[in-house]
């Protein structure tokens, strides 16, 4: 299947054939059913994950292979209109997934683990994944090809970005047992390792250094590298203050996201609230 998404990828025949739509039925299927990810946990890497380019390639291989169509449930009060390769994905009762009522969207082509929870209104994209018992609440965004671990709480208005293109980056990656506050972002490429707790307002991304006041240290990308967040550690929305030139004499401040401690028994009391709504 890998060779073939490639071939089609980079030599884009006239036109799609039976056996192309066949082959990206099957690649879709895999990807709903988690044997095939966008990206997947490496131990060898020094971030602890790996790209799978070939699977971004079947994703953006499927918009190109798709016809707008209709898919509205009534065309005439709600129309909806998109490719004919992406509808929204099928859940069943038996499918241990909670999708509480009032306009989630959920699109083909991404792996959703059992308990998951999606409060109203959410929207998880294309190249997802979502593990066991993770909640997404309301007005969140789950990016296409971002990873969530298990247990995770995306709370309310948060966005978890989605890295697509160039197929070669790395997507935004979010571990086990994070606790993403509301109104978060993260966003290019950024890894939160497990167990890290992002306060109300916090941004990620790779632009943006994060100072950790307690191991006296600054977490930066690199060139090759993304920002990791790591295990554990408790963040919050901080400021630093212009130190050369008008923006100094002005006493204007950038933002920066600031680790004020890592997770201990107290942090997990303020936190266990959350479990009683999945």
């Not at 079947?58 to 065309?75: K, P, Q, T």
């Not at 959920?106 to 059992?114: E, L, M, Q």
């Not at 298990?150 to 197929?167: F, N, T």
């Not at 050369?244 to 997770?263: F, L």
Request: proline letters at 5%.
């Amino acid at each position: 299947m890998q060779d073939e998404i490639e071939r089609l990828f980079d030599e884009k025949p006239w036109a799609y054939a039976g056996e192309h739509f066949q082959m990206f039925a099957e690649f879709k299927k895999a990807l709903n059913e988690g044997r095939i990810r966008a990206a997947e946990p490496d131990p060898s890497t020094r971030t602890g994950w790996r790209v799978n380019a070939w699977v971004k390639k079947g994703i953006l291989l499927g918009f190109r292979m798709g016809r707008i169509v209709d898919m509205s449930v009534n065309s005439e009060r709600q129309p909806f209109f998109d490719k004919s390769t992406f509808p929204v994905k099928r859940f069943t009762d038996t499918s241990g997934v909670r999708i509480v009522p009032g306009g989630s969207s959920i699109r083909d082509g991404c792996y959703i683990g059992t308990s998951v929870t999606c409060m109203p209104p959410m929207y998880i994209n294309v190249g997802a994944y979502v593990d066991d018992g993770t909640m997404v609440d309301s007005h969140a965004l789950v990016g296409s090809c971002a990873q969530v671990g298990k247990g995770c709480h995306i709370s309310a208005a948060s966005q978890i970005g989605g890295v697509l293109e160039p197929v070669g980056a790395m997507p935004v990656i979010v571990e086990d047992e994070v606790l993403v506050g509301g109104n978060c972002g993260i966003y290019e490429g950024t890894v939160v390792k497990r167990r890290a707790v992002l306060g109300t307002g916090t941004i990620l991304n790779r632009s943006t250094p994060v100072y950790d006041l307690v191991r006296n240290t600054v977490h930066r990308a690199t060139d090759d590298e993304p920002l990791v967040i790591p295990e554990e550690a408790v963040i919050v929305a901080g400021s630093r203050a212009v130190t050369s030139g008008p923006g100094k004499e002005w006493g204007i401040s950038v933002y920066t996201p600031v680790i004020v401690k890592y997770r201990d028994a107290k942090t997990d009391t303020k936190i266990q609230l959350e479990d009683l709504l999945r």
